[in-house]
T-cell receptor
């Protein structure tokens, strides 16, 4: 079956521009997570959506970062006024329910390069 | 805050060698512990997990035991294969009910035939 799909796979943008990254989770998965993987910081949690609950935004590094999840399915991570330190691989993951018994399924990520 | 420290790589072994990748953690509560693997060109995937002290997670010949007394979750395999070449991440879940994972820095493993 289809896994978690992320687009684009690669994005190069100029400093100061806004970018949108998209995640299509596995159908029926209620939980959706964004992480980022960078050379300096490793893998970091960004934001978590669970069903219709308010998202947990505790990992977002600044107010330039925001995310939404429409209709409980597709999610978009937006970075405004990009900076060079935003360069990283942005990973999306989904799981079928709350709790540690449901494994996270990760997408292949979007590699963002800010020039 | 919570943190995970894992053995620095890269690690290079010959096929059929014994593998250990060390992982220790710092946590205020009773986290769940995970090993994730990232094969070349693929996304992160769960390798194994343990949710309470003394639990042993196992998969594909890999094992790790949740040791509360030493705050460790070392990954072991008795006989590695070339196909095990990948980056391995140890992680803990801070919050029950949500997998806000805290990851180690990753260990790149290369197995030579």
């Amino acid at each position: 079956g289809a896994g978690v799909s992320q687009s684009p796979s690669n994005k190069v943008t100029e400093k100061g521009k806004d970018v949108e990254l998209r995640c299509d989770p596995i159908s029926g998965h209620t939980a959706l997570y964004w992480y980022r993987q960078s050379l300096g910081q490793g893998l970091e949690f960004l934001i978590y959506f669970q069903g219709n609950s308010a998202p947990d935004k505790s990992g977002l590094p600044s107010d330039r970062f925001s995310a939404e999840r429409t209709g409980g399915s597709v999610s978009t991570l937006t970075i405004q006024r990009t900076q060079q330190e935003d360069s990283a691989v942005y990973l999306c993951a989904s799981s079928s329910r709350r709790g540690n018994n449901s494994p996270l399924h990760f997408g292949n990520g979007t590699r963002l390069t800010v020039t | 805050g919570n943190s995970v420290t894992q053995m620095e790589g890269p690690v290079t072994l010959s096929e059929e060698a014994f593998l250990t990748i060390n992982c220790t953690y710092t946590a205020t509560g009773y986290p769940s512990l995970f090993w994730y693997v990232q094969y070349p060109g693929e996304g992160l995937q769960l390798l194994l997990k343990a949710t309470k002290a003394d639990d042993k997670g196992s998969n594909k010949g890999f094992e790790a035991t949740y040791r509360k007394e030493t705050t460790s979750f070392h990954l072991e395999k008795g006989s590695v294969q070339v196909s095990d070449s990948a980056v391995y991440f140890c992680a803990l879940s801070e919050v029950q009910g949500a997998q806000k994972l805290v990851f180690g820095q990753g260990t790149r493993l290369t197995i030579n035939p």
